[in-house]
Structure formats: C-alpha cells, structure tokens
C-alpha cells in the first residue's frame, strides 16, 4: 500500500511537471496507463524519479521489454521487483 | 538497459525483414508520408542503397535482444549543418525506450554531428507526436499540407536541457548503456 501511494504521488506529481492532466476521474488500478494522461516522456520521467525515490528501476531488472498497460500492472511490476520485499 | 542502434546497412537478413514487419503495420503507416506497404524486395533494394548514402542513415533500436523500432537522420547537409529526423516504435513496447532514444538522438545530431538546425515533419492529427516533439522544445516554423513542420537549434537544445524534466532524462541516459554500431 505504501508503495503504491507513493507511485500515485510521483505519478501525480509527474503530471503537473509535464503540464499533462489526468484524463480519468481516479487513478485505479484498472486504468489504461497510455491513456492516463502521461505521454511516452511522461513515463520516461515518471520510472526516472520512482528510480531516485526508490533506487530500482524494474524495467532495467526484468528479461522482457514487456510494458504494462494498466496502472495496476504497474504498480504490481515495482512490487515484484521491490529488492527490499 | 542497454540499447543498441543498429545502422540497417549492417542488419542481417533476418533483421531486415523484422524493420520492415514493424514499418508496415497500420499504426505506423498510417502515419508516414508514403503510407503505402512496402515490399520485401524494395526495402531490401533501399537498404544496398543506403550504403552509398551520405544524407541518410537509419538506426534500427534493439532492446533486450529484439528489434523494436527505428530512429532516422534524413537530409544531412554538413555545409549549412542541417537535417531532418524522425522515428517509429512497435506497438506496446515500453514508452520510456522512445524518450531515451529521442534524447540519445537529438543530442547526438546537434552535438556529436555539429548540426546546428534540426528540423522534423508530424501529421497534424497525431495529436501525441506533436505534443512529444513539443516536450524536446521543437516549435512549429511552418506547414505544408497537413504537416507541422518544427525545429530546434542546437542553441535551444542546450538551452532546454535546463528543463527539470529534461535534466531527470539526461540522469537517465546517464545510467543506461547505449551503442551505435
């Protein structure tokens, strides 16, 4: 839980940064990341601070070049990688 | 991470055909100047070409063992230090790739090639390219048809990468390991 409110934070914060807007009502887990808000930058910027908070980036740890599409995905995959689980 | 920029003058066959599989899917046609399916034959016809091409070179990008787009540099002109650029992605690949790879590029072209003018071509409705190539500090110069037609100076780009979301993408590039080969 706690990992995901921060997600939600530094997602929420990459928004403002990037002068996008959420384009749904709620971040939940059954939203389409690509259709969230954030372009392809955003996403760049949002794991590269998650990566300064957190000091992983999963995307660098896991074999495939898979993305997950929903930001419930997301989360699930900063879970998985968590080195400090 | 590591990111491999293949020169498609050195692409074997099997690599050849996999560019093309992904160039010829509709989302990205739709989305080129010539938008029509382009046959085995001629692309491999265009790739021997390529070898005698100074103004154009196309970069296929490999992440974890697989090809997953393409990056171009069009119109080199080292006299007047200009050119054209421009990329394509499979679909539901990882987004931070093209980001990484738009900042790899820009910079290399502006600094690596000393161009001091890039310029870029995007379908007025691809309403996310624009708004992409917006975020890097293009700005529209003119349009033809139903083309933006965009630019940054080398000036600029220096400039830009004073941008807090800039600089975290520079630390990025910083990080991950890349080649052109």
Redesign the interface.
């Known amino acids: 839980m706690i990992l995901k409110n921060k997600i939600k934070e530094i997602y929420l914060d990459?928004l403002e940064?990037?002068n996008s807007k959420l384009l749904v009502e709620e971040l939940t887990a059954d939203v389409v990341l690509?259709q969230s808000g954030l372009?392809?930058?955003g996403?760049?910027?949002l794991?590269?601070?998650l990566?300064?908070e957190l000091d992983y980036?999963p995307?660098?740890m896991m074999?495939?070049?898979?993305?997950p599409?929903t930001f419930g995905e997301f989360v699930e995959i900063y879970k998985r990688f968590n080195p400090n689980k | 991470m590591n990111i491999i920029f293949k020169n498609f003058i050195n692409l074997n066959n099997e690599e050849k055909i996999n560019i093309l599989d992904i160039r010829n899917t509709d989302k990205i046609r739709i989305n080129m100047k010539s938008n029509h399916i382009i046959s085995t034959n001629i692309h491999i016809n265009w790739i021997e070409k390529l070898k005698e091409d100074k103004n154009n070179i196309y970069y296929a990008i490999i992440y974890k063992d697989k090809i997953c787009g393409a990056i171009y540099i069009n119109d080199i002109n080292l006299e007047d230090k200009t050119s054209s650029w421009g990329l394509y992605f499979k679909q539901d690949i990882n987004p931070i790739l093209s980001s990484l790879c738009t900042y790899i590029i820009i910079d290399k072209i502006l600094n690596e090639m000393n161009i001091q003018r890039l310029t870029l071509e995007v379908e007025k409705t691809n309403i996310q390219a624009y708004k992409f190539d917006l975020s890097f500090g293009f700005e529209i110069y003119d349009t033809i048809n139903n083309y933006f037609l965009m630019d940054i100076t080398k000036q600029k780009w220096e400039k830009n990468k004073n941008i807090a979301y800039i600089k975290l993408l520079e630390k990025k590039v910083n990080k991950i390991q890349y080649k052109f080969v």
């Open positions: 990459v940064q990037t690509l372009d392809s930058l996403f760049a910027i794991v590269a601070t990566e300064d980036d995307f660098t074999e495939d070049a898979v993305y599409s």
